[in-house]
């Protein structure tokens, strides 16, 4: 069963500062990897999708990259602003099946 | 609107009650995922239809918990006597095919059960 794990849990930030979130999963048979933001009390918004063929994707000031083999991902916020404060998640789409399996997600506070 | 749409946005509701939670996907996507989210927990999947295929269902946590999808339209996830552990927020999510595409969440239904 594919296992998504977020380090670390919680990261609080002065603003500006550029900084990653991690992402890690055990099984590395993946279609692709996508790094969600979940608002309080609202849903999930997608930010980057990488398919497993791709090493990176780049949004803005967000950069994923994915690293299929030794089955990591990294979320790279460059700059950061109060308006990032959320909780950023982790999900792979397995190639054994068709759901997402979602991390606990990293709570992200950049103070001003 | 364009985005994915769930009713009722919250529910409370009296233990041993049913209750019933809908969902209307982008038109045009063919994939419905129904996932549970605990307060301060990760996300659940439920279950998963594609088009007319057979759903899924090896996320639904007991034989209390249903679902149902008519072709490519609303779903319906329907939760029998209802517990308290069965309070969590209900996200429902579509996309255009089962994998390599982005998916679109919707807000959620917020259950509480008393």
């Known amino acids: 069963k594919q296992e998504v794990t977020q380090i670390p849990a919680a990261l609080s930030v002065p603003e500006g500062e550029n900084l990653v979130l991690n992402c890690s999963f055990t099984d590395s048979a993946i279609y692709n990897l996508q790094w969600f933001r979940q608002d309080p009390g609202k849903g999930l918004t997608s930010l980057l999708l990488?398919?497993?063929?791709?090493r990176e994707q780049t949004s803005g000031r967000l950069n994923a990259s994915l690293d299929k083999s030794s089955g990591r991902s990294t979320l790279y916020i460059a700059a950061s602003q109060p308006g990032d404060s959320a909780t950023y998640l982790c999900a792979v789409n397995s190639n054994s099946g068709y759901a997402l399996n979602f991390g606990k997600g990293t709570s992200l506070l950049v103070t001003p | 609107g364009a985005g994915v749409s769930q009713s009722p946005s919250n529910k409370v509701t009296e233990k041993g009650k049913d209750v019933e939670l809908r969902c209307d996907p982008i038109s045009g996507h063919t994939a419905l995922y129904w996932y549970r989210q605990r307060l301060g927990q990760g996300l659940e999947f439920l279950i998963y239809?594609?088009?007319?295929?057979?759903?899924?269902k090896s996320g639904l946590p007991s034989d209390r918990f249903s679902a149902e999808r008519t072709g490519e339209s609303v779903s319906t996830l329907t939760i029998q006597r209802t517990q308290q552990e069965d309070s969590a927020v209900y996200l429902c999510?579509?996309?255009?095919?089962?994998?390599?595409?982005?998916?679109?969440f919707g807000e959620g239904s917020w259950l509480t059960v008393v």
């Open positions: 239809f594609q088009g007319n295929s057979a759903p899924d």
């Open positions: 999510a579509s996309s255009p095919q089962n994998s390599g595409n982005t998916i679109y």
């Open positions: 990488i398919q497993s063929s791709q």
